[in-house]
């Protein structure tokens, strides 16, 4: 059955913390995703990566960074945390050249910057 | 560019009414429309799809969409809702390019249903 995990479903950080957020998928999937949802602006898609050691910035990737340094996982790097950091942070992966073009989603990570 | 758009935040609805949520969509290429759906205090997950063939798709829960070329829509119906269906419903279109693939999310649709 398909699986992606997110570290943490609810985190507390204060303001200026460094902040990571974990994602891991056991389904030797390429593309990982990194998105952000917020009430009203649906989902917001952060960064993507097609590879290992492979980014690509997605629409609102100012304040955030990532790291895919095994195929499995996929990092989000909240360098500096603000208050307008506070959201939702959801997951995704799917294999590359699928013909079912179907995401698979975490749980999510609901962040709340103090 | 492609993109989706929902034109209601929430529908509220009563238990065993039939209820369609709106999903409008802008492409001039071959498009490719999804149907997520998440429950409270979940991640999304895939409701319906269509990809191509038939323009109508149903979902093993009782929701069907029809994708109407002539309007640019996709819009979701369920003819009786059950109150677990209270989720938010998101539409979304695909966008491909050499080595990656990304979904673009309609802002979604919150489904209350009633007693």
């Known amino acids: 059955d398909v699986k992606v995990t997110q570290s943490s479903r609810y985190l507390v950080k204060r303001t200026g913390e460094k902040v990571f957020l974990e994602c891991v998928q056991d389904m030797d999937h390429e593309n990982m995703f990194w998105y952000r949802q917020d009430p009203g602006l649906g989902l917001r898609l952060i960064y993507f990566s097609y590879d290992v050691k492979m980014k690509e910035k997605g629409d609102i990737p100012e304040g955030y960074s990532v790291s895919r340094e095994k195929k499995e996982r996929f990092s989000l790097i909240l360098e500096s945390a603000s208050t307008n950091q506070t959201s939702m942070y959801l997951c995704a992966s799917t294999v590359l050249g699928a013909t079912s073009y179907e995401q698979y989603f975490g749980p999510g990570t609901r962040l709340t910057v103090t | 560019a492609q993109s989706v758009t929902q034109l209601d935040s929430q529908v509220p609805v009563f238990e065993e009414a039939p209820v369609e949520l709106r999903c409008n969509y802008s492409?001039?290429?071959?498009?490719?429309l999804f149907w997520y759906v998440q429950y409270p205090n979940q991640g999304l997950q895939l409701l319906l799809k269509y990809l191509s063939g038939s323009t109508l798709v149903e979902s093993i829960n009782g929701f069907e969409a029809e994708f109407n070329k002539s309007q640019t829509s996709f819009h979701l119906r369920k003819p009786s809702v059950h109150i677990s269906d209270t989720a938010e419903y998101f539409c979304?279109?695909?966008?491909?390019?050499?080595?990656?693939?990304?979904?673009?999310f309609g802002t979604g649709t919150r489904l209350l249903v009633s007693p």
């Open positions: 492409s001039s290429v071959s498009v490719y």
């Open positions: 979304a279109t695909f966008l491909w390019n050499t080595g990656f693939q990304k979904l673009v």
